[in-house]
C-alpha cells in the first residue's frame, strides 16, 4: 500500500487521526477560542485571514493543541500560535527555503524542516509566502513533492 492510501490511525482515546499510528502526541483538547482569548482586535482579524488563506488551498482539519492551532491535511503541516502582537506561523517543508520573514528552522533531516515565520500583518504574506503554505499543504497531503 502506498502512503497516501494507508488509512490514517485514530487514538482510540481523543479521535485525533495520524499517518503514523501509535504516534506519540498529547491527547490534551484545547480550543481555538482559548488561544484567541484576550487577544487584541488585529491578531483576531489577522488570525481569521491566514485561516481563511489556508482553507482556500483546500479542506482541512483543526487541531487546536497545546503551542497552538495546527492544520491537518493527512499530516499536520501548517500551525499557528497567535501572540498578542505577532501569529507564529510554522510550515513544514521538504526543502530549504528563505524568506525574509523565517526566524526559526527546525531540520528534520529526510523528514523535512519546519520553518517558523512571525506574521504580523496580511502582508507578511506576499506570493513567495503564499506559496510556501501552499507547498507546506501538499506536504500535510502527502503528494509527491520535489525531493
Ligand atoms: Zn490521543
Not at 519546519?114 to 503528494?143: C, K, N
Amino acid at each position: 500500500m502506498t502512503a497516501r492510501k494507508r488509512p490514517l490511525w485514530r487514538c482510540p482515546i481523543c479521535g485525533r487521526t495520524f499517518v503514523t499510528r501509535n504516534m506519540s502526541h498529547s491527547c490534551r483538547r484545547i480550543s481555538v477560542a482559548t488561544h484567541l482569548a484576550g487577544k487584541p482586535p488585529e491578531i483576531l482579524a489577522l488570525y481569521r485571514f491566514l485561516h481563511d488563506r489556508i482553507r482556500q488551498i483546500g479542506p482541512v482539519t483543526v487541531d487546536p493543541q497545546g503551542r497552538g492551532i495546527v492544520f491537518q491535511v493527512r499530516a499536520r503541516s501548517i500551525g499557528l500560535a497567535p501572540h498578542a502582537r505577532w501569529i507564529d506561523m510554522t510550515l513544514w517543508l521538504k526543502r530549504d527555503v528563505t524568506h525574509a520573514r523565517v526566524r526559526k528552522v527546525d531540520d528534520y533531516g529526510a523528514l523535512g524542516r519546519v520553518l517558523h515565520f512571525r506574521i504580523t500583518s496580511e502582508a507578511d504574506v506576499d506570493p513567495p509566502l503564499w506559496r510556501l503554505m501552499r507547498e507546506a499543504y501538499a506536504v500535510g497531503a502527502q503528494r509527491a513533492t520535489r525531493s
